[in-house]
């Protein structure tokens, strides 16, 4: 079976920086977009970033442009993302997802789930002041 574990979230001052990692796992012969989300206390979910199968695409969030930088290693199925300058409007929990039915992305939300079927339990990245 799919298993999505995400790992890497902690406190951090803000201006620090912090390197996200996801493994995927089960889906090792699909040609599969991922994507990282994250949903802060009393807020939706929202679109951070994404990337397409081969890598060729990436999208970032407004809010995050410039600051994150989102990779993969199929080789290792995972999914990375380095955040930098982070700042406290960063404090959330953040997801990892699979799209097993599209090799490319975007952050245009298709349903609350971003299209995405495969999820990771999630890793809370905290930002002090």
């Known amino acids: 079976q799919v298993q999505v574990v995400e790992s890497g979230g902690g406190l951090v001052q803000a201006g620090g920086s912090l390197r996200l990692s996801c493994t995927a796992s089960?889906?090792?012969?699909?040609?599969?977009?991922m994507g990282w989300f994250r949903q802060a206390p009393g807020k939706e979910r929202e679109g951070v970033s994404c990337?397409?199968?081969?890598?060729?695409?990436?999208y970032y969030a407004d809010s995050v442009k410039g600051r994150f930088t989102i990779s993969r290693d199929n080789a290792k199925n995972t999914l990375y993302l380095q955040m930098n300058s982070l700042k406290p409007e960063d404090t959330a929990m953040y997801y990892c997802?699979?799209?097993?039915?599209?090799?490319?992305?975007?952050?245009?939300?298709?349903?609350?789930?971003?299209?995405?079927?495969?999820w990771g339990k999630g890793t809370l990245v905290t930002i002090s002041s």
């Open positions: 997802a699979a799209d097993p039915n599209n090799e490319y992305c975007s952050l245009a939300p298709r349903d609350p789930y971003y299209g995405m079927d495969y």
């Open positions: 089960g889906l090792t012969f699909d040609a599969y977009a």
């Open positions: 990337i397409s199968w081969s890598g060729d695409s990436t």
